[in-house]
């Protein structure tokens, strides 16, 4: 179904019990339910449409989210994972990564997104599941470079790039319109080459939080 322009996907990863997945129509209630939980943990730092929160982000929302993501995915464009915690046998959605504006050829790099439920943050699920996403990106997903563009107050983010490794490189001024305004961001990135002596970024991050 979908063809050679999207190698990597669909796919599942897992490490522990953290698990990302494709998005399914049945996500709707749990993604709704950890959206509207989360509006002052996330509201400050996505750049949403106009709207209340809560009809932004009900589960009729999410039918034209879920459109919208299966769509930039069987285009290549995209490879947006449900971020799921595995809890006595069940999945509990806890948040997304996502790798967005893909290109290809001599580029071959993404720009990658995340969010999490303030209720299991500072558990390493975000981290977890970014260096699984950019693993994943850089074995079959055939990419070289993920960046990752984040607004300088936002230290809970920041944090997530910093604890495995990611370089900051660059300041965009103005970079994109959010909460009302147009934001400055900071730029942070990896290239495969990076970590590929280490044997990933996630071995990389068992490392790190081991030697904790």
Same mark, same amino acid.
């Given at each position: 179904?979908?063809? @050679?322009?999207?190698?990597?996907?669909?796919? +599942?990863?897992?490490?522990?019990a *953290?698990?990302?997945?494709?998005?399914? &129509?049945s996500?709707?209630?749990?993604w709704?339910? +950890? &959206?509207?939980?989360?509006q002052?943990?996330l @509201?400050?730092?996505?750049?949403?449409?106009?709207?209340?929160?809560?009809e932004?982000?009900?589960? #009729?929302?999410?039918?034209? *989210?879920?459109?919208?993501?299966? &769509?930039?995915a #069987?285009?290549?464009?995209?490879?947006?994972?449900?971020?799921? /915690?595995l =809890?006595?046998?069940? =999945?509990?959605l +806890?948040?997304?990564? $996502?790798?967005?504006?893909?290109?290809?050829r001599?580029?071959?790099?993404a720009?990658?997104?995340y969010?999490?439920?303030?209720r299991?943050?500072? #558990?390493? +699920?975000?981290?977890t599941?970014?260096? /699984?996403?950019?693993?994943? @990106?850089f074995?079959?997903?055939?990419?070289?470079?993920?960046? *990752?563009?984040?607004?300088?107050? $936002?230290?809970?983010?920041?944090?997530? *790039? =910093?604890?495995?490794g990611?370089? =900051?490189?660059?300041?965009?001024q103005?970079y994109?319109?959010?909460?009302?305004g147009w934001?400055?961001?900071?730029?942070?990135a990896?290239?495969s080459?990076?970590?590929?002596?280490?044997?990933?970024? /996630?071995? #990389?991050?068992?490392?790190?939080?081991?030697?904790?």
């Amino acid at each position: 179904m979908l063809g @050679a322009t999207t190698p990597g996907w669909p796919a +599942v990863l897992t490490e522990g019990a *953290v698990l990302l997945r494709p998005y399914k &129509r049945s996500d709707a209630r749990a993604w709704s339910e +950890v &959206r509207i939980a989360n509006q002052a943990w996330l @509201a400050p730092w996505e750049s949403a449409p106009p709207g209340p929160w809560a009809e932004m982000n009900s589960p #009729r929302a999410f039918g034209y *989210v879920y459109r919208d993501m299966k &769509r930039a995915a #069987r285009n290549g464009d995209s490879m947006p994972f449900a971020v799921c /915690l595995l =809890e006595n046998g069940r =999945e509990r959605l +806890v948040g997304h990564v $996502n790798l967005g504006n893909i290109v290809r050829r001599a580029f071959a790099s993404a720009y990658a997104g995340y969010w999490v439920d303030h209720r299991v943050a500072g #558990r390493g +699920v975000i981290p977890t599941s970014l260096a /699984l996403a950019v693993d994943h @990106a850089f074995g079959p997903g055939g990419l070289h470079r993920i960046e *990752v563009n984040i607004r300088p107050e $936002n230290g809970p983010s920041r944090r997530v *790039v =910093e604890k495995l490794g990611f370089r =900051e490189e660059a300041y965009h001024q103005r970079y994109m319109h959010i909460d009302g305004g147009w934001r400055d961001h900071l730029g942070y990135a990896m290239t495969s080459e990076e970590i590929a002596g280490e044997g990933g970024l /996630l071995a #990389r991050w068992r490392r790190a939080r081991t030697a904790k």
